[in-house]
């Protein structure tokens, strides 16, 4: 499912295929896209650079305009060179020469003007990204602190507020990591511990976007990589999203 690093990934794919490149053709073919009777605005203008803000990914584009999307749980952007065209109605699809971008699905597709992106409520109170520049682990984990207060660690590590990014498979695998159960109240825990639980998402992060892949030890294992223990695991949260974790090696 899409998290931050598939954003970042996502981001990065499309300012090396068409960042700089005048958009030859842009449409929506999807009716149930919000930019079917819109897309066509994208084209004649130059893709200036795509960037990532937690899960949110921002297409830049000459004369201030912006499109906005949240992939939510099923969206997917593909991005290609070799001239394919997408199969079925995408949401969105934008050409230049072979280079081709597509997206389907979307919890939240826009288009908006560079002030209005910048003015986002959304995007204003969204959490420090780990893979942005100048992400601070300490800073982070007081900011965790103060707004995990008589909260549990897993639930907060999903707070978008609080570290922005991180879904469900990547705070399993950052916790295991840490040795620190989900359902650990956020008051219990000592400066060190997290400020790991903060390291080991960004590790993570890092390392999925390094290898192309996502480290999957922890999340929907039935056994644990690291004792052999049975792996527990129930809802956690408003939204309750299933927790992984390890009782043996994780408290």
Known sequence: MPEGDTIHRAARQLNLALGGREIGLAEAPNPRSPLHRRAAELQGRTLEH???RGKHLLVHFSGGVVLHTHLGMNGKV?????????????????????????????????????????????LIQLGPD????????????????????????????????????????IRCEALFRARISPFRPVDDLSEAELELVVAENEAVMRESMAKGRRPRAMYRARRCPNCGGEVSS???GDDNRTAYWCPGCQS
Request: aromatic share 6%.
């Open 50 to 52: 795509a960037e990532a």
């Open 78 to 122: 593909f991005v290609v060179a070799d001239g394919r065209r997408p199969y079925g109605k995408p949401w969105w699809t934008l050409a230049s020469g072979r280079s081709i971008a597509a997206q389907t699905g979307a919890k939240l597709l826009r288009l908006t003007s560079e002030t209005r992106a910048r003015n986002d409520p959304a």
């Open 234 to 236: 129930r809802g956690q």
């Open 130 to 169: 780990p893979l942005l520049p100048g992400f601070d682990v300490a800073e982070t984990a007081v900011r965790m602190r103060r707004l995990g207060a008589g909260r549990e660690i897993g639930a907060v590590v999903l707070d978008q507020g609080a570290i922005a990014g991180i879904g469900n498979a």
